[in-house]
């Protein structure tokens, strides 16, 4: 026993030097592909200014699947909160922008949370039938067929800083710093992943579980409603989606969420979210680039993206898997 | 005796409240014959689907890929009875694509390890790329004169009986479907006591899969060809209806065949009692579904507490 | 400070209509090293886990040197400075092992929120050096540990509130030999040191061997408190019970008997990591017993001729149906059977119903045309086990989950029985059940001996293994040391020495 934990044990940089390496030759490779296009600046820009809002909802994963929970509505949520960013942003500016997204985001994600703990209904599902209610909510308010919708224009261009660089490059650097804080060195981060592993142990540790729930709901909350307002000022219109399509705005960021806990076991998952979710977009750029269609055969690429590291990833699990 | 539990009533429970109240605020339209046809033919599409999936979810896996698998697997199938001319190929061939499906997707949960869950998302993800793809090239197929039999109702219930049936048999009386209970209740103490565990989830993933090949042929005979949205949503849509009908997620002996049958009929009668009447808004109907799911699901799992309770009571004694 | 550290008057506690414990009178004075034991049921874990603030008492009174106590959670019994290393609780196997250690009280190491994970780490290390024990890596995740590292890392979280009354349920029985030694040790300083240790164990000879004072209970009430030095297994045996326990406890001949026939051949077999060429015969009606410590291997040797395990060299050959085993459902499909050690996550379907779990291994025989399974078929060879077997049940259809730990070992051990087996592998068939169930497990195995079935018994208790077989097989690292006949060699002291 002692000897493959040293094994393991010895070169802990290995991987991430490995990892950077690699990463750095097919960031070259693609360049070379492209001709040159891909390292260009305003190449990068538009893909780093792309990521930042599905790292916050993949952040927001983090959380939410490290105690067990998959929320399938947080895309009807998103709309909403970007509806409310809309509103609030016409009428009152910037502080109505991050306000309206975030007190939405968090409102929202709360009363999911409420419904999770205490209805005991197995989350994703339960998140199907909010994802539903959500939905709803939002054609009734952007389309509202006998009084004037709601919801008409776009957001202001004047109040849409906050999604363009370089501004939201530093709401991910914060974002970053401060949820790694948050999920590896705080007692609530401590208590949150603890819930995931072994509940029961948890909760006979004395570790208040409807509390820690709740933290995880707020801070999940947070992250959700910060994606609301930078999505809204990154895009500036937010369409009405009817049917669960809302499902479909979270698989990018779970797709990121995925691929971040597939090489959790070596570097930090909230380390990885980022870099994984540069690599998606880089991914999808190059295809853009390259001439394969988005919207199909782009997401053919993602799926079969996922599968792949999951097989990797996977290699030597042993055990029970579901 | 086998004694009746609580939580075995509820998805019959659901079923009556929900189908006397629609028959009521719809002053009695529901029970009309032709409203009772409909209830079935709009209910088949799940109910087949369902069907497969059912075996995945008593082994406590889950498999949200059926959607584009029926997607998949009816506008490749109806591409080669078109391109060959030969409109029965259409059946067979749908079935072989969603088998094909299916295995690939038994084979990454069971050899790689992969958790059911993240490898049917990609690929409900993935395939959907791959069905618009083909769909921009070969646009919409409408079924071959030679098979517009299946469009008709009498065969499309007559089909669905029959292998219901079948699904019955091999689910609720074979080693198929009590194995499968098995994996679900503990994986580990299958594999112990010789129960081929990795074989058994290839092949429940290939019924889940072949049962949508069917699924496809029959999402097809309702509309008269493939759509552009074959097959959307439906893994939510079926995966509702088993957790509705009241098995667990984790599968087990909480997985039933008349839970499916239930889950989806009370499902279909919220959406087609909903328009009955008039509120076919989507957003009505749609806010109105979701809240009635939430609620039934929530009575559902509190009578599942017991088992809950059941446990810590039995740990004490220890 | 008084001479008492914990008094108990009267404690109730109900759990439905179970009155789990009545009226318990019981005291821990300061530097006493006091054992609780009982049967199954009989009410020890409910009042360990009272003290420790996991239950809230329906009825009575607690003091703690002298005050009145009453714990709302475990976080309050660790202020009075008590703690409790529980049965099967375990750890939670995302987080490194140093942050279990502290997992809810993470706070103290924290600056700002920031929690100081090197000192965190640095303590956790220290209580496991000053206790003397072994430490695992602390920077690791648990999830990938053995069992026995996991409970020492729940032992160290125990220590680490510094306790003056340590609760230990069930501890030795995961640990093996080397660190059972070591907390023997602990239990000593302990009482040097003038605190107290509440001690649950099902081994009675442990029990007479570490403590001062022995508590026993049954059905929830004190029965009687003894000096550990003036009683013997014996009396605490009849104390259990109620009644004097009859003569065949064990085998009462004194030599091998089985037939000629060979029913197993394992050759050369070795699993990467657990076992090394190990080779032995089994014949017909044989008992054969594996004895060692929890790591030397013995529990591979099931899962090995099981067909569990990967085997990188070797095979096993059952010559009775000619048949080499490699995988475990070829094996169920020969006639063999095998119990594992871990009841509940290994070998029962909790949740599913006692038919089910009846007719689990069988459904291949019941089958009839077209693969169909006559439910009417599954419910008579439920029935007919239980009735065999005495069950305590309300019907087949009861959820396994309602019975007690004998009743469950009975379903366990029952649905092979119901098989036409050659061959069945005993993993710890014994663990956890109390002594009238253990008696009749033993009656079992003498049934299938006679009826010539061979049996390969694994167990980490070495009187049970020297009480039941015909021939023993001590093993260590992995290998075969050495192999006893039934004898006057049949004695603890010549395998000990070999064990070790």
Known sequence: ?322 | MKRIKVSDIVPFAAFIVLFVFFTIVSKGKMVSAYSLKMLLEQSILTIITACGVLFVVAQGSIDLSVGVNVALSGVVGMHIATVTGQGWLMIPCSMVIGLIVGLFNGVIVSKCHVPSFTLSIAMLIGVRGVVNYIQTIIGIEYIPESMLFVTTSTFRIIAFIVIALIVLFVFEFTRVGRYSQAIGENETTARFVGIPVDKMKILVFAIAGLMAGIGAVFSMATVGGTTMTMGAFLEMKVAMAIFFGGVLVTGGSSARFYKVILGSLSITVIVYGLSLIGMSDSQISESVEGGLLLIILFITILTNRHRASRKKAAEAEE | MGENFLEIRGLDKFFGPTHANRGIDLTVKRGEIHGLIGENGSGKSTLLSQIAGLYRRDGGEMFVDGEPYDPHSPIDANRRRISMVMQELGVVGNLPAGVNVYLGRTGQFSKFGIINMRKMRREAAGQFEKWGLDAPPLGQMTDGMMIESRKMIELARALSVDPELLLLDEVTQSLSLNNRNKLYELIRRFKDMGRSVLVITHDIDEMVEITDTITVLRDGQVIGTVDSRKTTPDEIRMMMVGRELSGDYYRADNAPSYEDEVVLEVSGVSVPGELEDVSFELHRGEILGFCGLSDSGIHAVGKAVYGLSKRSAGDVYLKANDAHIVNPTQAMQSNMGYVPKDRDNEALMIHASIRDNFCLPSLTELKGAAGFLNPKKLGKLAGEMRDKLSVKCTGIFQPMDALSGGNKQKVNLGRWLAKDLKLLILDCPTRGVDVGVKAYIYSLMNEAKRQGIATILISDELTEVLGMADRLMVMKDGKVTKTIDRGPDFTEQSVIGVMI
């Open chain 1, 1 to 322: 026993m002692a000897t493959t934990e040293q094994n393991t044990k010895r070169r802990p940089w290995l991987f991430p030097v490995v990892f950077v390496l690699v990463l750095a030759a097919v960031l070259l490779l693609f360049n070379i592909i492209s001709k040159g296009l891909f390292l260009e600046w305003t190449n990068l820009k538009v893909i780093i200014s792309h990521l930042i809002y599905p790292c916050f909802i993949a952040w927001g994963f983090c959380f939410l699947f490290a105690c067990g929970y998959t929320d399938m509505s947080i895309g009807g949520v998103v709309v909403l909160g970007s509806f409310a960013s809309c509103i609030f942003g016409n009428w009152y500016g910037l502080s109505g922008v991050v306000l309206g997204g975030l007190i939405t985001g968090m409102l929202l994600i709360f009363i999911n949370f409420l419904i999770f703990t205490y209805t005991k209904i197995p989350s994703w599902i339960a998140g199907i039938s909010l994802a539903m209610i959500y939905e709803a909510i939002a054609v009734f308010l952007k389309l509202g067929k006998t009084t004037k919708p709601l919801v008409s224009t776009a957001l202001a261009t004047e109040y849409r800083t906050l999604g363009q660089l370089p501004w939201s490059l530093v709401f991910l650097a914060v974002g970053l710093v401060v949820i790694y804080f948050l999920y590896n060195r705080t007692t609530i981060g401590l208590n949150i992943r603890s819930l995931g592993g072994n509940r029961d142990v948890a909760e006979k540790l004395g570790i208040n579980v409807s509390k820690t729930l709740l933290a995880v709901g707020l801070i999940t909350g947070v992250l959700i409603g910060i994606a609301c307002f930078l999505q809204q000022s990154y895009a500036g219109q937010t369409t009405v989606k009817t049917g669960l399509t809302s499902i479909n705005l979270i698989f990018q960021p779970l797709a990121i969420y995925l691929l971040a806990q597939i090489i959790q076991k070596r570097i930090n998952i909230i380390i990885c979210v980022p870099i994984c979710s540069f690599i998606l977009y880089a991914v999808f750029n190059i295809l853009t680039v390259l001439g394969v269609p988005s919207g199909t055969l782009q997401e053919a690429f993602l799926g079969a993206f996922i599968i792949i590291f999951g097989v990797i990833g996977q290699r030597k699990a042993k055990g029970v898997v579901k």
